[in-house]
T-cell receptor, first 111, second 113 residues
Framework: DQQVKQNSPSLSVQEGRISILNCDYTNSMFDYFLWYKKYPAEGPTFLISISSIKDKNEDGRFTVFLNKSAKHLSLHIVPSQPGDSAVYFCAAGGGSEKLVFGKGTKLTVNP | DTEVTQTPKHLVMGMTNKKSLKCEQHMGHRAMYWYKQKAKKPPELMFVYSYEKLSINESVPSRFSPECPNSSLLNLHLHALQPEDSALYLC????????????FGQGTRLTVV
């Protein structure tokens, strides 16, 4: 049973435009959500996180929005840059040491 | 220093070999993780150590044996692996404070032949 779902395997956007990556979760115990960026054959790199007591967290070009009632979060990247091209993983935690990852969305930013 | 260091970067081993993967962090993190990642799949949790004690084993086969010699080091001992165990093995660490991010190493690319 997938507790963290990223339903779009891929996304392609033009440089300078907004990228929106989506993530849904099913476990109500999750209270902390993270986004990681990953290049092939490398470890995931932490991007941004949000606690369930907030609905928005912003860090430079990256903003994460959390809708608890819908059990949905999204990562906005604006403006998108070619260097943002990577696989983005949504992860969730809460109640234990576990971090559960979604399947990832491959973002391609075209120059 | 926010670095998690994994060695080796690449490892090729036969099905009868015994090898070990190593992970080191000096951030004072008290939770350390092993994840396995196959191509085009998310990282899958294998083990979690909390304060040097094994707290989570996600029903991993016994041919994988974790060890936490001290708070900075995490090993994964491998024995009698199968070709399907070939994957990227990721180590991560995290402070014990709630709602914090995990830092990942670069991973060890393991190929079992």
């Amino acid at each position: 049973d997938q507790q963290v779902k990223q339903n779009s395997p891929s996304l392609s956007v033009q440089e300078g435009r907004i990228s929106i990556l989506n993530c849904d979760y099913t476990n109500s115990m999750f209270d902390y959500f993270l986004w990681y960026k990953k290049y092939p054959a490398e470890g995931p790199t932490f991007l941004i996180s949000i606690s369930s007591i907030k609905d928005k967290n912003e860090d430079g070009r990256f903003t994460v929005f959390l809708n608890k009632s819908a059990k949905h979060l999204s990562l906005h990247i604006v403006p998108s840059q070619p260097g943002d091209s990577a696989v983005y993983f949504c992860a969730a935690g809460g109640g234990s040491e576990k971090l559960v990852f979604g399947k990832g969305t491959k973002l391609t930013v075209n120059p | 220093d926010t670095e998690v260091t994994q060695t080796p970067k690449h490892l090729v081993m036969g099905m009868t070999n015994k090898k070990s993967l190593k992970c080191e962090q000096h951030m004072g993190h008290r939770a350390m993780y092993w994840y396995k990642q196959k191509a085009k799949k998310p990282p899958e949790l294998m083990f979690v150590y909390s304060y040097e004690k094994l707290s989570i084993n996600e029903s991993v086969p016994s041919r994988f044996s974790p060890e936490c010699p001290n708070s900075s080091l995490l090993n994964l001992h491998l024995h009698a692996l199968q070709p399907e165990d070939s994957a990227l093995y990721l180590c991560a660490s995290r402070t014990w404070a709630p709602n914090t991010e995990a830092f990942f190493g670069q991973g060890t690319r393991l190929t079992v032949v």
